[in-house]
T-cell receptor
């Protein structure tokens, strides 16, 4: 069975701190895709990144970085020098190569950045 | 480019009424998805279309729910009759192909009294 676990329900940090959101996934497929989406207080879902299972290179985009480790089935997301605008619910998600259309979402981590 | 467009953004209705949610995917995208988000169940896929054809509707809760995609630029999700437990945020998403990244609309917040 496929599953995405975001064990951190809520995180609160002070602005400018670094914060890491954990994501652990389960699948027996060798081809799969991992995603992170952001849901700010306004409610929309914003795509952040997609990674396929054959690309374990870490990704950096501005203050955002992602660490993909197949050995631990993890796809963690780090925000460096957090800002109040980063406050949102962040979802990690998984889709399989065999049925790439079906995305399985984690339960989300609510991140609050305090000024 | 315009993103996925959903209407209405908010809907309040009474139990037993018919509700129709609308979605316009990103132009050129061939796959369209309907999701429901609730506190209890999180985000769950209801149905998706590829080239206007329903491919997987296994997530549709029951016969009260139906979805159509009459053309490449429009889809509807209908609930008839609506019940209080249908209260949720309904998202529409589209992707270039079924294998590509899904981009989500702003959602429709539905409250059934």
């Amino acid at each position: 069975a496929q599953k995405v676990t975001q064990a951190q329900t809520e995180i609160s940090v002070v602005e400018k701190e670094d914060v890491t959101l954990d994501c652990v996934y389960e699948t027996r497929d060798t081809t799969y895709y991992l995603f992170w989406y952001k849901q700010p207080p306004s409610g929309e879902l914003v795509f952040l990144i997609r990674r396929n299972s054959f690309d374990e290179q870490n990704e950096i985009s501005g203050r955002y970085s992602w660490n993909f480790q197949k050995s631990t089935s993890s796809f963690n997301f780090t925000i460096t020098a957090s800002q109040v605008v980063d406050s949102a619910v962040y979802f990690c998600a998984l889709s399989l190569g065999s049925s790439a259309s079906k995305i399985i979402f984690g339960s989300g981590t609510r991140l609050s950045i305090r000024p | 480019d315009a993103g996925v467009i959903q209407s209405p953004r908010h809907e309040v209705t009474e139990m037993g009424q018919e509700v129709t949610l609308r979605c316009k995917p990103i132009s050129g995208h061939n796959s369209l998805f309907w999701y429901r988000q609730t506190m209890m169940r999180g985000l769950e896929l209801l149905i998706y279309f590829n080239n206007n054809v329903p491919i997987d509707d296994s997530g549709m809760p029951e016969d009260r729910f139906s979805a159509k995609m009459p053309n490449a630029s429009f889809s509807t999700l209908k609930i008839q009759p609506s019940e209080p437990r249908d209260s949720a945020v309904y998202f529409c998403a589209s992707s270039l192909t079924r294998w590509e990244t899904q981009y989500f609309g702003p959602g429709t917040r539905l409250l059934v009294l």
